[in-house]
Nanobody
């Protein structure tokens, strides 16, 4: 079993910052790509940012220059630093990871439970 636990969501004013964390635990042999998605009320889930095990990153156009994804491979944790937040960033943010599970090295895609970010105007 592998679990992702997110933290760091909350209420912030427009222009403010938040840092989300997502820690993976369980029978983990390795973690390949990690990502953050978000889902706003009444909208489909969308990709926010991804990071490979080697540290290569990609961002949605809507967050480029404001959000930074990073990871600590020693802690199996991924972070999302969100600056200059806008009301349209309000959403439930989900962590996603491509995990190789021990001991049989089976590939598994895992999702966190989500953490709510609310940006007030």
């Amino acid at each position: 079993q592998v679990q992702l636990v997110e933290s760091g969501g909350g209420l912030v004013q427009a222009g403010g910052s938040l840092r989300l964390s997502c820690a993976a635990s369980g029978n983990i042999a390795s973690i390949n790509k990690m990502a953050w998605y978000r889902q706003a009320p009444g909208k489909q889930r969308e990709l926010v940012a991804t990071i490979t095990s080697g540290g290569n990153t990609n961002y949605a156009d809507s967050v480029k220059g404001r959000f930074t994804i990073s990871r600590d491979n020693t802690k199996n944790t991924v972070y999302l630093q969100m600056n200059s937040l806008k009301p349209e960033d309000t959403a439930v943010y989900y962590c996603n990871a491509a995990v190789v599970v021990a001991p049989n090295f089976r590939y598994l895609e895992v999702w966190g439970q989500g953490t709510l970010v609310t940006v007030s105007s």
